[in-house]
């Protein structure tokens, strides 16, 4: 038709398996970005043609129709009518419908064939249908719905050769056709729809519900809850033990490299600034890629099962309670590894003060740049040993209380911000709850993947960043013989001032030290002590060796230790949070009462803890 | 706020199939209007209320709609008057 690249866009309902199918379709050649404007991410990727010719693809929204009830419904509906700001309107669709759930699903579908686009109908996850018993006509649908209809089992990569095909071909041989009018209530789309499905199904066996019966359990009142708190147990022993020989062959290969530099470089300027301040600091924090990832990937498999949503059913009863939904704890959830997606995800929540909420209290979420900080000081002070003769480890026990520490105090935050700042009306929620599903092993590794690399991409700039200012801070001026290096220096000086601040809630030097830079991101705390720890100990072997762990396990009392984890649960921390808070609520207002608040809950938690430790005689 | 259904979905013991007799839609917004109809819940069709909350609420509902499974929550079941399928 046309030389230029066609564009053919992925649209259905949610839960119809248009992601696997984008994945198989375009493999890893796909590119996660944001709409200008709005933070709904978009999902585009490349494909080609039989004959080579390439084509590229893009996954749109999952949505029930084109009256959006949310921010991300409402792209899915923008850039299908060619309405959405630096979008150009796609040349084809392909319309993704879950074979097993055809009544519901052709409502939408014939809601957009009546737009008149060349389409194509990817009839999908016919295997689970077969499964529970449904035997369908692909031939008849195709002629109701007057478009080719292409059978797909995405998961298989089965039927992508045909659909390709077929959109070529819809492409090729479009007409431009008037656009049909749809049924124009709600009922009678719905008959419609239903009248088709019904044509359409050959066969329909009464099916064993194992579905529904792994339900009865999992959402049980009392049992469902019980499961729900011992996965996010095992989450979090999981994140401790199974990271532990990954991080520490990282930390080693750091060394090596520390070494090889020190031994192959003359001392300069340039050698200190490698050593102690890019692999020190950006070392110190890349080896918590382990522990980052298997958090991610907890997250990732409970989303892609289908239990995530199940999880959201239980928890809604409590965040009702204090006037959220439960829709609210997916992006809580995600905001377990990072507060960014978790407030992007909020956009799915139709109510805006129940949004607004929701995002001003992600950041209390303990996301994975707070596992640095928790593991550095967990791993210096509190013993590797079980709870009594149990096999639960001490270490991951104070973790999943830190953890717990964050959503205790954000259902109390987000209660009192529903009476006060963010009054509204009770609001709803309704929500479709997907089958279970084997978690797709390729879906998953892509998705893994691209948070690996945002990771390190920030490592590599943000942090990178951060580390090397604090090198220049902390080795200038040069000491006189006999002071400390990092005492005497501009950096060690504004901590100094700073330390006046902290120093009623119990933080020393290191800590006030490690805070300023840690306004980057958190993580950045564990970097700057290193960095610093490094300076100190430069010319002296035996303190080079030690591990920073070690070293501020000797130099901090267990109150100091305490008050400082108390601190992060609560302390703003991250740039790119309040960055990102600043697009999703148009404006300075809330970035800054958020990080106002938080500064507030982290200083008292912080003293309180210091305090009361000390009252144990734990100073 | 509209007089309390007699017989409302809300109230309806679960695992037991009924049929949706008339849906009170000004007891609910727009939105939340629209997206029950998305969902397929209309008047004369036939849905079993599966599970209700957990200990800390009776909030939300699961109900099953064809071969569907959707969450709404006790306000607009309470709005949605059923009626029993007779054998």
């Known amino acids: ?619 | 706020m509209t007089a309390l259904l007699e017989n409302s979905l809300d109230r309806a013991p679960l695992g037991v199939a009924v049929r949706i007799a008339r849906i009170d839609w000004t007891a609910m917004s727009d939105d939340e209007g629209r997206r029950l109809r998305e969902f397929g819940l209309m008047e004369g069709c036939e849905i079993t209320p599966l599970h209700r909350g957990s200990i800390f609420s009776r909030d939300p509902l699961a109900v099953t709609i064809g071969r569907m499974k959707v969450i709404i929550r006790s306000n607009q079941a309470a709005a949605i008057e059923i009626e029993t399928i007779s054998a």
């Open chain 1, 1 to 619: 038709m046309t030389a230029a690249i066609p564009s053919i866009a992925l649209v259905g309902n949610p839960n119809a398996g248009k992601s696997s199918l984008f994945n198989a379709l375009t493999g890893a050649r796909q590119k996660i970005a944001n709409y200008p404007g709005v933070t709904v991410e978009r999902k585009a990727g490349h494909a080609s043609f039989a004959d080579g010719r390439p084509i590229s693809l893009i996954d749109l929204p999952g949505t029930y129709s084109l009256t959006p009830a949310s921010l991300d419904e409402a792209v899915t509906r923008d850039v299908i009518l060619g309405k959405q700001a630096g979008e150009t309107r796609p040349d084809a669709l392909i319309i993704v419908l879950d074979a097993a759930n055809l009544d519901n699903h052709l409502c939408f579908a014939l809601e957009l064939l009546a737009l008149g686009l060349p389409t194509v109908v990817a009839l999908n996850m016919l295997d689970l249908a077969t499964r529970d018993g449904l035997t369908l006509d692909t031939e008849r649908l195709s002629k109701e719905l007057g478009v080719p209809v292409v059978p797909t089992v995405a998961v298989r990569k089965r039927g992508l050769t045909e659909l390709l095909a077929a959109i070529d071909g819809a492409i090729e041989s479009h007409q431009p056709r008037a656009a049909v009018a749809a049924p124009q209530n709600d009922a009678s789309l719905h008959q419609r729809a239903r009248a088709i499905a019904r044509a359409a199904t050959v066969d329909e066996t009464p099916v064993r519900r194992w579905t529904q019966r792994v339900d009865n359990v999992v959402l049980h009142p009392v049992a469902g809850l019980i499961i729900l708190v011992a996965l996010m147990f095992v989450m979090f022993q999981a994140v401790f033990s199974w990271a532990t020989p990954f991080a520490d062959a990282l930390e080693g290969a750091i060394g090596v490299v520390q070494t090889w530099v020190v031994g192959t470089f003359p001392d300069n300027f340039l050698r200190g600034l490698v050593v102690e301040g890019l692999l020190a600091g950006v070392g110190a924090v890349v080896v918590f890629l382990p522990q980052i990832l298997i958090l991610f990937l907890f997250i990732l498999l409970l989303e892609a099962s289908g239990y995530m949503t199940r999880a959201a059913f239980l928890m809604d009863g409590l965040m009702g309670k204090v006037g959220l939904s439960g829709r609210g704890f997916i992006p809580l959830l995600s905001s377990f590894a990072c507060a960014v997606p978790g407030i992007m995800a909020t956009r799915s929540i139709p109510d805006e003060k129940d949004r607004l909420t929701t995002i001003l209290i992600a950041p209390l979420m303990t996301c994975s740049a707070r596992m640095p900080v928790y593991t550095l000081i967990i791993g210096a002070f509190i013993p590797a040993q079980n709870v009594g003769g149990t096999p639960i480890g001490l270490q991951g026990l104070v973790l999943f209380g830190l953890f717990i520490s964050g959503i205790v105090g954000a259902l109390l935050v987000a209660f009192v911000l529903r009476r006060s700042v963010t009054k509204g009306n009770a609001t709803g929620f309704m929500m479709e709850m997907p089958r279970y599903q084997w978690p797709r092993l390729n879906d998953i590794a892509i998705a893994l993947w691209q948070r690996a690399w945002i990771f390190l991409r920030r490592a590599g700039t943000i942090i990178a960043a951060t580390t090397v200012v604090l090198w220049l801070l902390l080795t200038f001026p040069q000491a006189p013989a006999g002071q400390s290096q990092v005492e005497y220096s501009a950096g060690g000086r504004i901590a100094s001032a700073l330390e006046v601040v902290v120093k009623p809630i119990g933080f020393n030097h290191d800590i006030a030290l490690a805070l300023i830079p840690a306004m980057a991101a958190r993580e950045v705390a564990v970097s700057a002590m290193a960095t610093a720890n490094a300076i100190d100990a430069e010319g002296d072997e035996d303190a080079m060796a030690e591990a920073l762990g070690d070293r501020i396990a000797g130099r901090w009392s267990i109150a100091t230790a305490l008050a400082f984890l108390a601190w992060f649960v609560f302390a703003p921390q991250c740039i790119s949070t309040i960055a990102i808070t600043k697009r999703e609520t148009n404006g300075w207002k809330w970035p800054m009462f958020m990080v106002g608040y938080l500064f507030l809950l982290a200083y008292a938690a912080a003293g309180i803890t210091y305090w009361t430790a000390v009252a144990f005689g734990l100073g």
